[in-house]
């Protein structure tokens, strides 16, 4: 049994393939996917960035969803994909706390900001005349700069707390990074307190956001119900469902990872659970948003004239 004030040896990423060919061609589906989402969010970035028509509180927010999903993915594939290739699958005891934070950073922000996104179409459809005045650029930076802040808040206390749990028992973390669940499991001590902290966050960082979302949503719903153009109806319900779609494949797989009984999860469940949240939301996020969005796409056709007069 290991020293409690042990706590400058590596943790072991026992990882996310099995061993073998599966694990191998896994593994092959898994590169492809992750070069598309950091190529799918990077344009969607500096598609945004440059477009002149796409300078709006909305796609504000969207390139800022892209941003976190950017690094958000390149938080935990790289580290999974060396680990199975090369065979180190230790990680060191900084290098986790690192891993740590960033992930639970961009995990709390994305919840906000689609909060903020929720409450941009909600205003947009129910308040239309208001919207210039209720989702100005101040507005729309102070919730992006918000979420940023909470996320990362949020995140240094719960770093600071993992890396002061004292580890003793098999360093092993059964899953594909570090993830909080899972190394709160190694501790040798009573982490109660902790884990009660760990549920409050939860709370103002996924249930409550969800909650807003549904209101939203649900009064957004209403009033497109009511809506007498056709057009207006269809475009407001093709925005909603691409945002609906989003929140369902980041909220769900999240609140079973984090509100289910450990008696009700084992941990091969929690890694594919994982996989949603971590590569395939990053993955399908842009491409939700640019190919059931007109304007996205007519700003791709725009983009090479946008990159000439750059030049220019």
Aim: glycine share 6%; net charge positive.
């Amino acid at each position: 049994m290991e020293n409690d004030n042990q706590t400058s040896t590596d943790f072991i990423l026992l990882g996310l393939f099995p061993p073998f060919s599966l694990g191998l061609f896994l593994f092959t589906l898994t590169v492809p996917t992750f070069l598309m989402a950091l190529t799918g969010n990077l344009c969607m970035v500096l598609l945004i960035l440059l477009d002149a028509q796409l300078h709006t509180p909305m796609y504000f927010l969207l390139s800022q969803l892209s941003l976190m999903d950017l690094i958000y993915i390149r938080t935990t594939v790289p580290k999974m994909a060396s680990g199975f290739l090369c065979g180190n699958k230790s990680i060191s005891f900084i290098g986790c706390g690192v891993q740590i934070f960033f992930f639970v950073t961009l995990a709390g922000s994305e919840g906000l900001l689609l909060m903020s996104m929720a409450y941009d179409r909600y205003v947009a459809i129910c308040f239309p005349l208001y919207y210039p005045i209720l989702m100005n650029r101040r507005v729309c930076v102070l919730m992006i700069l918000g979420s940023w802040a909470m996320g990362a808040v949020n995140s240094c206390a719960h770093t600071v707390c993992v890396l002061g749990i004292p580890y003793c028992r098999s360093r092993a973390i059964d899953h594909f990074y570090c993830e909080i669940p899972a190394m709160v499991s190694l501790a040798c001590g009573d982490t109660w307190v902790y884990e009660y902290t760990v549920f409050f966050s939860i709370i103002i960082f996924l249930l409550f956001p969800f909650l807003v979302i549904l209101a939203s949503y649900g009064k957004v719903l209403l009033a497109v119900y009511r809506m007498r153009s056709q057009e207006g109806r269809r475009k407001a319900y093709s925005t909603c469902s691409a945002h609906l779609t989003v929140v369902t494949f980041y909220y769900v797989p999240c609140a079973y990872t984090y509100l289910c009984p450990k008696s009700l999860r084992s941990p091969a469940e929690d890694k594919v659970v994982a996989v949603f949240y971590t590569i395939l939301t990053p993955l399908l996020n842009p491409m939700i948003y640019s190919l059931r969005n007109k304007q996205v796409l007519g700003a791709l056709m725009r983009l090479p004239q946008s990159i000439c007069s750059l030049k220019m």
